[in-house]
């Protein structure tokens, strides 16, 4: 297995699972995203009956650019001992997905609570679920441009144009407890004064 310190080559980011520590409760495969719906039917067969969420990464720059993973549990479907139960099979199911084709099949058939994980990935990824029986944003406005989760997204959002600075208002921009100090503490005492000098009785004290 590679050194956690083994750097990234040729511009792409390695692949995390492989140099992550290993987990010692749960299994970890990998699948291309052609075997994902046999894959996730044979391991839901085999007693992993219970999806326990999904989760998207984007590792830009490497490629594929973006991972899903599917956390699944299997749970005793017999009388089991505690320790048994207290020790379920975990298994994370990761497949990585390209930007260019950023489409998976959809699990809601196999399990209905993908409904809403897959719409949050979609919504905060761009990533699609062909099948969902419901595609559409989850968090952001339907009108929201772009996905905020994605590395490449712009930090104050997709404005065109710098949002400006709230002005101050009044007294109650100053926050509980330390009072502000330096040009904020400056800037509020000046505009302060100036609504204090402009104020009639009973608007300002």
Known sequence: MPSPQQP?????????????????????????????YETLVALRASGCT????????????????????????????????????????????????????????SIVPLWPNADWPEREIFDLFGIAFSGHPDLRRIQMPTEWEGHPL?????????????????AFASKSNVPAGTPPSGKVAAALQKQLARMRANATDGDVR
Do not use: C, W
């Open 150 to 166: 994605r590395k490449d997204y712009p930090l104050r959002g997709p404005a065109t144009e710098a949002t400006p600075r709230p």
């Open 50 to 105: 219970m999806l326990l969420d999904i989760g998207g990464v984007d590792y830009l720059p490497r490629e594929p650019r973006f991972d899903v993973v599917y956390h699944l549990l299997a749970l005793p479907a017999v009388a089991a001992t505690a320790a048994a139960i207290g020790t379920p099979r975990r298994v994370r199911v990761l497949v990585g997905v390209a930007a260019q084709s950023a489409t998976l099949p």
């Open 8 to 36: 990234s080559i040729a511009g792409s980011a390695i692949d995390p699972t492989a140099v992550r520590p290993e987990i010692a409760d749960a299994e970890i495969m990998r699948v291309a995203p052609e075997a994902l």
